[in-house]
């Protein structure tokens, strides 16, 4: 399923697009700028070296951001977390993270028929992917 040459080309496009990322926030950076850089707390883009190095000499500043906390009232919580990583200063204090004392149901998402948006659907819901 994952092991195709599109799939691939995804994933080494999709780094591409990372790693020109992190080297404008590094100019921004050393030009007195204020950045920060937003992914899924489990996406592979922290494992990155290029990623890890760039938190490690200026977006030094990790905040994380649970759904369940900053979910609209009468929204169902999902279990689905957002990591910030950020060189404005303070920027960790903002952060808002789960401390529920249960699991919130899985969250997933795929592209509708027409690939112009994107549906939540719960993962023991998934039979198509
Ligand atoms: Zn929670």
Request: aromatic share 14%; net charge negative; glycine share 4%.
């Amino acid at each position: 399923m994952f092991d195709n040459p599109g799939c691939h080309e995804r994933f080494f496009s999709s780094r591409e697009i990372m790693l020109r990322t992190i080297h404008l926030l590094r100019l921004n950076h050393i030009h007195g700028g204020y950045n920060s850089l937003e992914s899924p707390l489990s996406a592979m883009t922290w494992d990155e070296d290029f990623v890890r190095l760039a938190c490690i000499e200026f977006l030094v500043e990790t905040a994380i951001f649970s759904h369940c906390q900053t979910c609209e009232p009468g929204e169902e919580p999902w279990n689905k977390d957002w990591k910030f990583v950020s060189n404005i200063p303070g920027f960790s204090e903002s952060s808002l993270q789960c401390q529920c004392l249960y699991k919130h149901p899985s969250f997933a998402g795929k592209r509708t028929m027409t690939e112009t948006s994107f549906q939540a659907i719960q993962r023991n819901t998934l039979f198509d992917w």
